[in-house]
């Protein structure tokens, strides 16, 4: 069964304190792996496509790298405007059906 | 400017009723899909669509309907057969399956 997990469930950070989270898969035939931003009451917003193991992206203060069973995504000396929920997503079909991890809850304090 | 549009954001509906979520997308995208979102839940699908006329049912489809008329709209409607209706929807679309989805600000449906 495919199965996508997060960890860890919530984080608190001081501002300035790096961390990373982990979205652990599986899938047979990764079609690519997707992370998004969510804030309260709001919809996901897209951050990163990988594709293949080794592969990295980059944003501000958020890189997203990719192993052949999970994925990190880097938060390098947060900021408070860094809070927010963070989810993952593998394609689990051709269709494009797209399986969601449960999300880390940040949060960042000055 | 290029987007998805969710209407309305907060919608109340009576039990027994049937209500349609509005989603519209000028993004020029093949795929749309609908997603419910409970509290300390993730994303789980309700259906997809990859084209016009078609579309498929995704984990949690029962008492939900759907149409796919026109490429750019993608209503969904909440029938009164769904038991527990009262939830946070997200509707998205993409290039094609696959690719990266791009969601609206969702509609926030409660049943009174």
């Known amino acids: 069964e495919d199965q996508v997990t997060q960890s860890p469930e919530a984080l608190r950070l001081q501002e300035g304190e790096s961390s990373s989270l982990n979205c652990s898969y599986t899938v047979s035939g990764l079609r690519g792996l997707f992370w998004y931003r969510q804030d309260p009451g709001k919809g996901p917003e897209f951050l990163f496509t990988?594709?293949?193991a080794g592969e990295e992206k980059e944003k501000e203060r958020l890189k997203a790298t990719l192993t052949k069973k999970e994925s990190f995504l880097h938060i390098t000396a947060p900021k408070p405007e860094d809070s927010a929920t963070y989810l993952c997503?593998?394609?689990?079909?051709?269709?494009?059906?797209?399986?969601f991890g449960a999300g880390t809850q940040v949060v960042v304090t000055p | 400017d290029g987007g998805i549009t969710q209407s309305p954001k907060y919608l109340f509906r009576k039990e027994g009723q049937n209500v349609t979520l509005s989603c519209e997308q000028n993004?020029?995208?093949?795929?749309m899909y609908w997603y419910r979102q409970d509290p300390g839940q993730g994303l789980r699908l309700i259906y997809y669509?990859?084209?016009?006329?078609?579309?498929q049912k995704g984990d949690i489809a029962e008492g939900y309907s759907v149409s796919r008329e026109k490429k750019e709209s993608f209503p969904l409607t909440v029938t009164s057969a769904q038991k527990n209706p009262t939830a946070f929807y997200l509707c998205a679309s993409s290039i094609k399956g696959n690719t990266e989805a791009f969601f609206g600000q969702g509609t926030r449906l409660t049943v009174v």
């Open positions: 990988l594709y293949s």
């Open positions: 669509s990859q084209i016009v006329n078609d579309f």
């Open positions: 993004l020029n995208h093949d795929a």
């Open positions: 997503a593998v394609p689990t079909d051709s269709w494009g059906k797209l399986q």
